[in-house]
């Protein structure tokens, strides 16, 4: 259903930008 698309696409997101943001806060 588009909840769990939705769900998936969320969780894929958060781990491809969890390990960035420490890059991102450390290149700032």
Do not use: C, E, Q, R
Not at 5 to 28: D, K, V
């Amino acid at each position: 259903t588009m909840t769990h698309f939705t769900t998936a696409t969320l969780n894929t997101m958060a781990l491809l930008i969890f390990p960035l943001s420490p890059t991102l806060l450390l290149m700032m």
